[in-house]
């Protein structure tokens, strides 16, 4: 079956420092992958998609890569700040599929 | 412009009774989900929508649970017979309804069953 795994402990980094989150897959081929962010209480906010043919794709200060061989994908926040700290969820999506599968989520802590 | 709206935001409810949770989704939008989360956990889907029919519901758990979307735009779960193992937060999410777009999420529904 379909499996997602994300470090399950949670990243604890300074401020200013570089986060990098991990998201492995098994059992599929996902045409894409999406990455969201999830604050307590709140539900999860969509912050970057990335396809199987892009091997990388940035957005201020993130950056999301994507390797199918390796089917692993890594979520990186560049000059971190306490504002960062978070749950951030993976959902690797199958082309013809409108639904999301989510891993569990790696949560975030910037100490200032 | 409004979001992805939820009520109640909180239902307690005893074991064995029948409970109704409600999503409003952005305006215009066709696609219309339903995730469960428990603590700890991921969001797992439940049903998905496009207009006002259920396109996908392969993720209910059982017969207990049903959602319906009469007039493709609000959409109600239902859950009979609730148990303790429902317990979780129950999350709506719609969009634009294409390939690949992105969802948006409500703040969900906090269910606990005593």
């Known amino acids: 079956s379909q499996k997602i795994e994300q470090n399950s402990e949670a990243l604890n980094i300074q401020e200013g420092k570089t986060a990098t989150l991990t998201c492995n897959y098994t059992?599929?081929?996902?045409?894409?992958l999406q990455w969201y962010r999830q604050d307590p209480g709140r539900g999860p906010v969509f912050l970057l998609l990335?396809?199987?043919?892009?091997k990388e794709k940035r957005k201020e200060r993130l950056k999301v890569t994507f390797d199918t061989t390796l089917k692993q994908s890594l979520f990186h926040i560049t000059a971190s700040q306490p504002a960062d700290s978070a749950t951030y969820l993976c959902?690797?999506?199958?082309?013809?599929?409108?639904?999301?599968?989510f891993g569990s989520g790696t949560r975030l802590l910037v100490r200032p | 412009g409004a979001g992805v709206s939820q009520t109640p935001s909180n239902k307690v409810t005893e074991k064995g009774k029948y409970v109704e949770l409600r999503c409003d989704p952005i305006?215009?939008?066709?696609?219309l989900y339903w995730y469960r989360q428990s603590l700890g956990q991921g969001p797992e889907f439940l049903i998905y929508?496009?207009?006002?029919?259920?396109?996908?519901d392969s993720g209910l758990p059982n017969d207990r649970f049903f959602a319906v979307r009469p007039e493709g735009s609000v959409s109600t779960l239902k859950i009979q017979r609730t148990e303790r193992g429902d317990s979780a937060v129950y999350l709506c999410?719609?969009?634009?309804?294409?390939?690949?777009?992105?969802?948006?999420f409500g703040p969900g529904t906090r269910l606990l069953v005593l």
């Open positions: 999410a719609s969009s634009s309804g294409g390939y690949q777009e992105t969802q948006y």
């Open positions: 059992n599929y081929s996902p045409a894409y």
């Open positions: 990335i396809r199987e043919n892009e």
């Open positions: 959902a690797p999506a199958m082309d013809s599929s409108y639904k999301l599968i």
């Open positions: 305006s215009g939008h066709t696609a």
């Open positions: 929508f496009q207009g006002t029919g259920a396109a996908d």
